[in-house]
């Protein structure tokens, strides 16, 4: 009874096509418009930073009929961009320097070595994952004013590769224990001391997961707005998320003008997202899917 | 022998860095945090007297916590749903091939590589410009104390969507095709085989997933704090924003540094049970 003629069963695979196809198409063009909706947001910025205050005002959403690109050098200058630009740089590079560092040295000797002593350090990294900044917010500002690091960059750097390190450690344990140990097991026989041996035989190995921490890291320093905002209250450090948070404060009335600014501040990382797409998107799902 | 404790002493200063910076950002904080938190400080006097147990009694009598209880409440259901369902379905949808499906999956990815502040700032302006333009409303929904958090969990959500969207696409492929055809051929639809193959594979994503952005829900601070500074009035104040206020403008240190000390167990607490419920029903294949 289960058993279909075989002239029904080719009706049943040719019959429901037409329909499929169809479902197809009106998929894809909802997923279009999803994505379209998703890009709205930018194109309003871009079009508020190229538009004059009267033709905003009498058309919001169109795109402009004359190009004001004076907005953008009013930007660069009532924002002091480069400034900022010069410390978001200065901020990323040192985190991601020091991140890759520090964390891929302790994660090597932490999962090459399973003893109770490096498992202990194991843990205690772990445990800051799950640790609110606002735990450490007080009494890390009133110990970086004690130490004189308020408003300064290496003040932001440190602060920002510490409440990284728990995350990046352990991403960097769960790789290094998948390379394998016969390569450093000979270059010790012959009396590679151990920091020759991690350097130029373990640190290459770790491509892959150095460029995962790289993009996190370098994503992480460049966006973040809390840690510096309880750590930089003054305009020679700020960052440029802190420059924005004050500037939209300021200048609410100058809405072109400061749209401009957005969209200064957003082209290094469009570029860097254009280039490094692949890393940033292979860098955000390693935690979460194996394999 | 002294060769054997050199070599362990070697192998120890590889942690030391790390060490370091973790000591002077997390740990020293951490300890300084727990000794205030059961202070009368004000965070800038010189001196300061233990309190014992008085700041966590008055944080429990406090019913101004109710409404950034609330808040945080809302805006993390809000997010926690929206980001992991539509998140999915966005990954399941993209799973096909068709021309440009790769462009976009990076425009939705776009948003979440662009710091929170623009992303929150941009979004003022299209509540209160674009928003009675398109729909014919006013005030937008950042203004009136009622749709305010709603208005900043859109934020997050149109921002976060499409780390989820990637999380999820990830553990996709990991789901072997097979399984799909089988199921084919015994005549599930696509409906059944999406509740019966692809859910129950993808948990450990779920595992990750949800955890993670009812944690960063519960300790949300930055998105209001941006959108709105808390505002109209205290309307859309968190639990996190409590605890700033109170360490900083109010000046009343040790009692936010309790009220964050609160949070924090209350997160690992939520998080904790969350996660091993997850996990439990993770399945081998």
């Not at chain 1, 966006?223 to 440029?240: G, H, R, W, Y």
């Not at chain 2, 700041?55 to 992991?84: A, G, M, S, Y």
């Not at chain 2, 109209?232 to 009692?255: C, D, H, I, R, W």
Request: aromatic letters at 16%.
């Amino acid at each position: 009874m289960n058993t279909t003629h075989p002239a029904a069963a080719a009706v049943q695979v040719q019959e429901p096509r037409p329909r499929r196809k169809w479902s197809q198409i009106l998929r894809v063009a909802l997923l279009y418009l999803i994505a379209i909706l998703f890009l709205f947001p930018f194109y309003i910025a871009v079009v508020y930073s190229i538009k004059t205050p009267v033709e905003t005002a009498q058309s919001p959403l169109a795109f402009p009929t004359h190009i004001a690109w004076s907005n953008y050098a009013e930007a660069i200058e009532a924002s002091n961009f480069f400034l900022a630009l010069r410390n978001s740089v200065l901020t990323t590079v040192g985190t991601v320097a020091l991140t890759i560092a520090v964390c891929s040295m302790a994660a090597y000797v932490i999962a090459r070595n399973n003893t109770r002593f490096y498992n202990f350090f194991y843990y205690l990294f772990m445990s800051s994952i799950m640790l609110p900044f606002q735990v450490l917010m007080f009494p890390l500002y009133k110990t970086w004013s004690e130490l004189s690091l308020l408003n300064t960059i290496p003040g932001l750097i440190i602060a920002l590769t510490g409440v990284q390190i728990g995350y990046f450690a352990f991403l960097y344990v769960g790789f290094i224990k998948t390379v394998p140990k016969e390569l450093e097991e000979s270059a010790v026989l012959d009396g590679a001391s151990r920091y020759r041996t991690f350097y130029s035989i373990i640190f290459p190995l770790l491509k892959p997961i150095n460029s995962t921490i790289l993009v996190l890291s370098a994503l992480g320093a460049w966006n973040d707005f809390v840690v510096s905002m309880i750590l930089v209250q003054k305009k020679e450090a700020s960052t440029l998320p802190l420059v924005q948070f004050q500037f939209f404060g300021e200048y609410t009335s100058q809405v072109n003008m400061a749209f401009a600014a957005i969209i200064l501040s957003m082209i290094p990382i469009m570029i860097f997202y254009l280039f490094a797409q692949k890393w940033i998107i292979g860098g955000v799902t390693a935690g979460a899917v194996k394999g | 022998m002294t060769h054997r404790i050199r070599d362990e002493w070697v192998k120890f200063t590889f942690i030391i860095p790390a060490l370091l910076f973790f000591v002077l950002v997390v740990v020293f904080p951490f300890i300084r945090g727990l000794n205030i938190a059961f202070t009368n400080w004000d965070g800038i006097a010189p001196t300061y007297d233990y309190v014992g147990l008085r700041n966590l009694q008055l944080l429990f009598t406090d019913t101004e916590l109710l409404d950034p209880i609330k808040n945080t409440l809302l805006f993390t259901v809000i997010t926690t749903i929206c980001i992991n369902v539509f998140g999915l379905l966005l990954a399941v949808a993209l799973n096909t091939k068709f021309p440009g499906v790769n462009l976009l999956k990076s425009f939705i990815f776009m948003p979440m590589v662009i710091s929170l502040v623009l992303a929150a700032i941009i979004w003022r302006y299209i509540y209160s410009d674009i928003f009675p333009i398109l729909f014919q409303t006013d005030g937008g929904l950042l203004g009136n104390p009622t749709t305010v958090m709603i208005g900043i969990a859109i934020i997050c959500v149109w921002k976060e969507i499409g780390l989820a969207m990637v999380i999820y696409y990830a553990g996709l492929q990991t789901i072997p095709k097979d399984m799909y055809e089988s199921a084919r051929i015994d005549g599930a639809t696509s409906y059944k085989q999406f509740t019966k193959i692809t859910v129950p594979l993808l948990l450990p994503a779920f595992t990750y997933c949800i955890p993670l952005w009812i944690g960063t829900g519960l300790r949300q601070f930055d998105y209001p704090m941006v959108a709105t500074k808390g505002g109209p009035g205290t309307s859309s104040q968190t639990l996190a924003m409590y605890v700033y206020n109170y360490e900083f403008p109010y000046f009343k240190a040790g009692y936010g540094q309790m009220a964050a000390l609160v949070l924090f167990i209350f997160i690992l607490i939520v998080t904790v049970i969350i996660t091993s419920y997850f996990r439990r029903r993770e399945v081998e294949y």
